[in-house]
């Protein structure tokens, strides 16, 4: 088993719908780390293809240069999901009480999900998911830093540190037979500490791990 069922567990175990009821229009991570994601998109999504963008919000970290063929939104708010300009379509759902995306076979050759794994009660089903619905050759990008909504993460996430964070999403796609091994990017804060606490870009520090699928 991937995880133990007390480490699946939160501190608030109502219903996540219900936690994420109203829109919080603000972002989560810092301008540093959201530049360092935009990039890594830049880096390695193809224009013209079809993405899906997983536990998402109001706001897109796609380049505004590139162009795709499709981008398919998913998150807890609609008010949220309807104020991201780059959706061509999303739909809300609650991923710990239904894992199984809407979505069809080998339809998409991107997904991605930025500073929203650590929700996740039951991972190896999702990664089951985004296995089935990428393409192959498809890549799957999750991203996320050292900030959480500290009562709705899972105990595995909170109990955590960054290291052993970073090991947890890895064992999350090799849980699922048909991933490359994954690899990991770590970029460390920029700026000092007592900047960081004053908001300065550069602050937060930036995770990625990245598999495709075979």
């Keep these: 088993m991937l995880l133990r069922p007390n480490e699946r567990t939160k501190l608030d175990d109502t219903a996540d719908k219900l936690f994420y009821e109203y829109p919080r229009f603000v972002t989560h991570v810092d301008e540093g780390f959201i530049q360092k994601l935009t990039e890594l998109y830049r880096e390695r999504l193809k224009p013209q293809t079809r ?5 998402s919000s109001w706001v897109s970290h796609l380049p505004e240069e590139m162009e795709f063929a499709h981008v398919e939104g998913h998150g807890l708010n609609e008010l949220e999901l309807a104020r991201n300009p780059r959706l061509n379509h999303y739909f809300v759902q609650d991923l ?37 619905i ?17 009562q709705k993460a899972i105990q595995a996430w909170r109990e955590g540190t960054e290291t052993s964070r970073v090991e947890l999403v890895k064992s999350y796609f090799t849980s699922v037979p048909g991933f490359t091994e994954p690899q990991v990017i770590t970029l460390k804060p920029t700026v000092p500490n007592f900047l960081q606490w ?12 990245i598999a495709n699928r075979s």
Excluded: T, W
Aim: aromatic share 16%; with cysteine; net charge negative.
């Design 134 to 150: 990428l393409k192959p050759g498809g890549i799957a990008i999750i991203s996320f830093s050292n900030r959480m909504f500290f």
């Design 198 to 209: 004053l908001g300065a870009a550069g602050g937060d520090p930036f995770y990625a791990v």
């Design 51 to 55: 993405i899906f963008d997983m536990m």
């Design 96 to 132: 710990n009480e239904k894992p199984q995306f809407p979505l069809k076979d080998q339809d998409f050759d991107a997904v991605f999900n930025c500073v929203s794994i650590q929700y996740l009660q039951y991972p190896e089903a999702i990664f089951s998911e985004i296995h089935r």
